[in-house]
């Protein structure tokens, strides 16, 4: 047959083959293909969170509690990535005025060199010196603007107690991403998110830099000699209550917290509204067993307050489980009189309620006083009032740096530690530290279990569809290929796009079945068919629709490359028990860093690799301000070992093609 027929009947056999192929939905019991993941993943955090309960019943004595805090508080520490030593923090008040309740000062200071926060401290007309409060801002878009982030810190200057409310990064005045007029392009959390890409792959976290933030305000409050450093503390709603969370378990100069509108627990927020943006997920955590009433219990016996929303979409059923905890921990140690809840029977907010519990837990345990404190009508201000750099964004100032250039620096003091490390490990070292890195087991060979799939098209055989299932709980579509006259390999070919999209338009498999190869297509784990689904437009083109469901992983400390080779790998064994023939690789786009692990780490079972539209190294992906959907790939402090670049030169250079590498951006 000459190879103009030859191609004919490979169309044909194409076209033959366009029925709809079988959905997932069938063997899901007709749950969503598309949830696969959430459920998988969602299966494997409760059964962590049943063990982090059976431990937290074990502990009775002060010397095992002591054990449990010191153990998740290094833990914790050591996920954020650590901190920078302090530098100067350079105050300047830049502006200043009073009212009749209260004194305030415009203030900025730098947490790292040019590194620039936004704040105002509310300050007594009393004589001083006063307590110290910070109040780290919830996701409000002009953050220390906003009313009621103003209204709590009047309430505490106006009851003695000294208030710096300050701006998180992505927030009033401390934009990264800025329009050509100086505005903000994205909103809060996106930001936060898009950050956190260069922080994870560089062994931090947007939460790491928004707790060091916080840390140094308290530097700032301690430097003053009108504030009493050892009465501090900390309240701060929503995203703010998360920080109030993180800062009250980690510094242990807040003496007295009071986070509000966050507090729940893992088992109710991951099955009602499920994680939230990049700060408040630490890598690994519930694979730990830090759950969310630990952030209370690593400071036992400290005073704190949780402020609660009856009707908050932050579940109260968790929350009190949460205070039944924190309750029984604080009676064990002799201080139950330390941890108290308030239920506010309204929506999500700071409202009025909680305001003023926090103003009169903060007056109880800071001032000695146990008063009752309402709230005045104060007279909030503008943005513009409250403005402290001339242009209104800290950005525009001459020399700030953002959190990208602080990625992009870190990333640079990484090459030396990574060239350090693969001088001194031979390859399977080398291999071993990656393995742990993404979370693959030791096991590299698999027996997946393969479910026929019975012909659409019962007049062709040209096509056959399987369901492989590498582990409970998720199930990859296969389509297996054979040219007519079989005379070469087994290719695999991944691609990030659905099979039903793949197999009616021109793709590499066409020109490889015309070559003799069989070629068998894959959709792996969240993709195809199992691809998320976000309702929000503007992070799925800049994040990507799947970044909830790689938060849960994360939270775990799974990856997703990890997770996509295991995948890879059962689709190889699945191809082996049919027939010993070589094996080659071809991945696109999304998948060709799941596909660079899968034949760097197992390199025997694979004739050749060919990675086309990839991105070329995470180096480049930090190194680009706008880079797009490259959370999902993201493997947490992997460029203090390797980058995709290391594992090329693990592979000989005939047994790798790299084609079209390049960072998308939006």
């Known amino acids: 047959m000459n190879a103009f027929l030859v191609l004919c009947t490979i169309i044909a056999q194409v076209a033959a083959n366009d029925a709809p192929l079988v959905s997932l939905t069938a063997a899901f019991d007709k749950q969503p293909p598309n949830e696969m993941m959430k459920r998988y993943l969602t299966d494997k955090a409760l059964a962590a969170l049943e063990e982090r309960k059976a431990r937290y019943e074990t502990l009775k004595t002060p010397e095992e509690i002591k054990a449990y805090q010191a153990d998740l508080h290094a833990f914790f520490m050591e996920q954020l990535g650590g901190f920078p030593d302090r530098t100067p923090l350079n105050p300047q008040i830049v502006g200043q005025g009073e009212t009749e309740w209260f004194r305030y000062e415009k203030v900025i200071f730098e947490s790292r060199p040019k590194f620039y926060v936004t704040a105002i401290l509310y300050l007594p007309k009393t004589e001083g010196p006063w307590p110290g409060i910070i109040v780290p801002c919830g996701h409000s878009a002009n953050g220390k603007g906003m009313d009621a982030y103003q209204r709590v810190s009047m309430l505490l200057a106006a009851n003695g107690m000294a208030a710096l409310c300050y701006d998180p990064l992505g927030q009033g005045e401390r934009y990264t991403f800025l329009k050509g007029d100086g505005t903000c392009e994205f909103g809060t959390t996106l930001e936060h998110t898009i950050l956190g890409v260069g922080a994870i792959v560089t062994g931090t976290s947007t939460a790491g830099y928004r707790v060091w933030d916080g840390m140094c305000a308290i530097d700032y409050l301690q430097s003053r000699p009108d504030i009493i450093p050892d009465r501090i503390g900390c309240t701060g709603n929503s995203g703010g209550g998360t920080l109030t969370s993180y800062l009250m378990a ?298 909830q469901d790689y938060f849960l992983a994360y939270l775990l400390g799974k990856s997703y490359v990890g997770m996509r080779v295991k995948g890879i790998y059962a689709v190889t064994d699945f191809l082996r028990s049919r027939e010993e023939r070589t094996v080659s690789l071809f991945a696109l786009g999304q998948a060709t860093v799941p596909a ?63 084609t079209n590498a390049q960072v998308s951006v939006f």
């Not at 009616?504 to 068919?529: D, I, K, S």
């Not at 990839?614 to 999902?632: D, Y």
């Not at 947490?636 to 693990?650: C, G, K, Q, R």
């Open 250 to 547: 980690l510094d242990e100069r807040i003496l007295c917290a009071a986070p509000s509108c966050y507090i729940t627990n893992f088992e109710k927020l991951l099955t009602t509204i499920g994680p939230q943006d990049a700060e408040q997920n630490i890598h690994g955590q519930i694979a730990k067993g830090l759950n969310q009433p630990d952030y209370i219990l690593m400071r036992a016996p400290r005073p704190t307050l949780i402020c609660s929303a009856t009707r908050d979409f932050f579940d109260i059923t968790g929350t009190w489980e949460t205070f039944r905890e924190a309750k029984r921990f604080y009676s064990r140690m002799g201080y139950s009189e330390r941890v108290d809840l308030v239920e506010n029977d309204d929506e999500h907010g700071f409202a009025r309620l909680q305001r003023e519990a926090a103003a009169r837990w903060m007056s109880r345990w800071l001032l000695g006083k146990d008063q009752v404190i309402t709230e005045p009508e104060f007279t909030v201000f503008t943005d513009e009032e409250i403005r402290c750099t001339p242009a209104g964004q800290v950005m525009l100032l001459d020399g700030a740096v953002s959190v990208l250039d602080l990625n992009r620096q870190r990333a640079q003091a990484l090459t030396e530690k990574r060239a350090a490390f693969r001088k001194s490990a031979d390859d399977g070292m080398y291999r071993q530290k990656v393995r742990e890195l993404i979370g693959l087991g030791e096991q590299d060979s698999s027996q997946p279990e393969v479910i026929p799939v019975p012909s659409e098209d019962e007049s062709s055989a040209a096509r056959e569809t399987f369901f492989l299932k590498p582990e409970p709980g998720i199930l990859l579509r296969v389509v297996l290929m054979k040219p007519v006259s079989f005379a070469g390999e087994y290719v695999i070919l991944c691609q990030d796009k659905p099979l039903e999209a793949v197999l009616n338009e021109e793709n590499p498999g066409t020109a490889l079945l015309e070559a003799g190869h069989a070629v068998c297509w894959v959709e792996l784990r969240g993709m195809g068919e199992t691809a998320s689904i976000s309702s929000a437009a503007n992070w799925e083109a800049q994040v990507g629709a799947d970044w």
């Open 596 to 658: 660079l692990h899968a034949a760097a780490l197992s390199p025997e079972r694979f004739s050749h690799t060919t990675l086309q539209g990839g991105i070329p190294s995470w180096t480049e992906v930090v190194n680009t301000p706008r880079a797009k959907q490259q959370l999902i790939n993201a493997v947490h402090d992997a460029l203090s070992w390797y980058d995709l670049t290391d594992l090329i030169n693990l592979l000989p250079p005939e047994a790798v093609t790299v």
